[in-house]
């Protein structure tokens, strides 16, 4: 019999990964491999690695097979993958045991039941999208004031301050101010270079 190798995945850095580590100590992960991206991504490294150490009789656990897979069509594919290999996959929130065929027959039915709620979120954003488009709203950041911009850059260029404490004093952020700086420093060597 091999080992049980973990896997856990949260979609952002700032989320915490303690619930899923838990688990997978509890039921007797030898080796844990993480990663902290969406599972829309295929860059992800932990699962490339688990992938790469995983033999013959290990069984690969997850939480919830939604932290295993991008999509349904991903999910099928890794699950055949990795029977392939020999080794099995077991998911705690699902308790489903993928030697049984009425095992395999559920995991598909959860693999179509995540690929839905996909679908329905996808679905429902593009839906809100559309919806503030028709009253005239574009969505993302509101525009940062331009006014307020060129006062926190003559600020910075004219006194001791730092950028932090200016775009404190300006209400303007970091990241604007300091691609508005670099515009401005752009739009200057043109003109210098036309002049």
């Given at each position: 019999?091999?080992?049980?190798?973990g896997?856990?995945?949260?979609?952002?850095r700032?989320?915490?990964?303690?619930?899923q580590?838990?688990?997978?100590?509890?039921?007797?992960?030898?080796?844990?491999?993480?990663?902290?991206?969406?599972?829309?991504?295929?860059?992800?490294?932990?699962?490339?690695?688990?992938?790469?150490?995983?033999?013959?009789?290990?069984?690969?656990?997850?939480?919830?097979?939604?932290r295993?897979?991008?999509?349904?069509?991903?999910?099928?594919?890794?699950v055949?993958?990795?029977?392939?290999?020999?080794v099995?996959?077991?998911?705690?929130?699902?308790?489903?045991?993928?030697?049984?065929?009425?095992?395999?027959?559920?995991?598909?039915?959860?693999?179509?039941?995540h690929?839905?709620?996909?679908?329905l979120?996808?679905?429902?954003?593009?839906?809100?999208?559309?919806?503030?488009?028709?009253?005239?709203?574009?969505?993302?950041r509101?525009?940062?004031?331009q006014?307020?911009?060129?006062?926190?850059?003559?600020?910075?260029?004219?006194?001791?301050k730092?950028?932090v404490?200016?775009?404190?004093?300006?209400?303007?952020?970091?990241?604007?101010?300091?691609?508005?700086?670099?515009?401005?420093?752009?739009?200057?060597?043109?003109?210098?270079?036309?002049?």
């Amino acid at each position: 019999m091999g080992d049980k190798v973990g896997y856990a995945r949260v979609s952002t850095r700032e989320q915490n990964l303690d619930s899923q580590l838990d688990q997978l100590k509890a039921v007797g992960c030898t080796k844990i491999f993480i990663d902290k991206a969406s599972g829309v991504s295929a860059n992800r490294p932990g699962w490339l690695e688990l992938m790469g150490y995983v033999r013959s009789g290990d069984t690969v656990v997850v939480a919830e097979l939604s932290r295993m897979s991008r999509s349904l069509l991903h999910f099928l594919s890794t699950v055949q993958e990795l029977e392939k290999m020999g080794v099995q996959v077991e998911s705690l929130r699902e308790n489903i045991d993928p030697s049984t065929a009425t095992g395999r027959a559920f995991m598909g039915f959860m693999g179509v039941i995540h690929q839905l709620e996909l679908d329905l979120k996808a679905e429902r954003a593009a839906a809100g999208r559309a919806s503030a488009k028709a009253r005239g709203k574009t969505g993302g950041r509101p525009r940062t004031d331009q006014d307020k911009l060129e006062q926190a850059r003559i600020l910075y260029e004219n006194s001791e301050k730092t950028a932090v404490e200016v775009c404190k004093i300006a209400g303007v952020g970091r990241r604007t101010f300091f691609a508005y700086l670099a515009e401005a420093k752009a739009k200057a060597g043109i003109t210098a270079a036309v002049i």
